[in-house]
């Protein structure tokens, strides 16, 4: 079972970058889909979560209007697609998998990917 992130590097502020997460030994869309991120000397933090069957949360509002999930099911891959992107977004990027919606929220997670560096900088 593995979980692997891509689509990081290096932007200019307002840029826009779309991150994927494949997932291999098992099915994306059976789970709950979650994007977290930790910035340098910060604490990991949750972007949004995602589940099919259950709908999309985000963790903070102010990600409302620049960052969306979207899946394709026939890659078994889950984009986070980023928009007027800011250096505060700089951050190492994970894509993780829970068996639900409310534990991806309670950063309850089954499988973790490696992370994927995003740096917002002119």
């Known amino acids: 079972v593995q979980v692997v992130e891509s689509g990081g590097g290096l932007v200019q502020p307002g840029s826009s970058l779309r991150l994927s997460c494949g997932a291999s030994?098992?099915?994306?869309?059976?789970?709950?889909i979650g994007w977290f991120r930790q910035a340098p000397g910060k604490e990991r933090e949750g972007v949004l979560c995602f589940k099919s069957s259950e709908g999309k949360s985000y963790f903070a509002d102010s990600l409302k209007g620049r960052f969306s999930i979207s899946r394709d099911n026939a890659k078994n891959t889950v984009y986070l697609q980023m928009n007027s992107l800011k250096p505060e977004d700089t951050a190492v990027y994970y894509c993780?998998?829970?068996?639900?919606?409310?534990?991806?929220?309670?950063?309850?997670?089954?499988?973790w990917g490696q992370g994927t560096q995003v740096t917002v900088s002119s």
């Open positions: 030994g098992f099915t994306l869309d059976d789970y709950a």
């Open positions: 993780a998998a829970a068996t639900s919606l409310l534990r991806c929220l309670n950063t309850l997670i089954d499988y």
